[in-house]
């Protein structure tokens, strides 16, 4: 029972915590918007990227590292949290250290038209009850 509490509470925390993503510096993304929508992990990141907005391989292939690296270090970070080795401030923290070096990647690889596209469908795969405004 413990063990499903902790999950919980960790989905919970994590959603909270991606609630509050980085900006550009300078003011954020192209034309105000900021890095919105549902904060799924990775694991949804790539699955836009490849079948939503259709990126050439090339491309694929240039962000694979940085992918890779924010995956391990979010499985890493789930089982700190879960085998109590980190408290929820480490925890919060690291989870937005995580996706700002994530999002420094996007930012360097992909173009403005390329990461407003990345929000939009992100903003699609939110539930209709959880639809806030962008900026």
Do not use: C, H
Request: net charge negative.
């Amino acid at each position: 029972m413990w063990k499903i509490i902790t999950i919980a509470a960790l989905a919970v925390l994590l959603g909270s915590v991606e609630a509050q993503p980085p900006q550009r510096p300078g003011g954020g993304m192209p034309g105000g918007a900021r890095m919105g929508g549902p904060r799924m992990g990775v694991e949804s990141d790539w699955a836009l990227l490849s079948f939503e907005l259709d990126l050439p391989m090339e491309q694929l292939e240039k962000l694979r590292p940085a992918l890779k690296e924010a995956y391990q270090a979010q499985r890493a970070l789930f089982a700190n949290m879960t085998n109590r080795s980190m408290d929820r401030e480490g925890f919060m923290e690291r989870s937005v250290e995580i996706r700002a070096q994530l999002q420094a990647a996007y930012e360097e690889l992909l173009t403005d038209e390329q990461l407003e596209a990345l929000i939009a469908a992100r903003e699609q795969m939110r539930p209709q009850g959880d639809r806030r405004p962008s900026n």
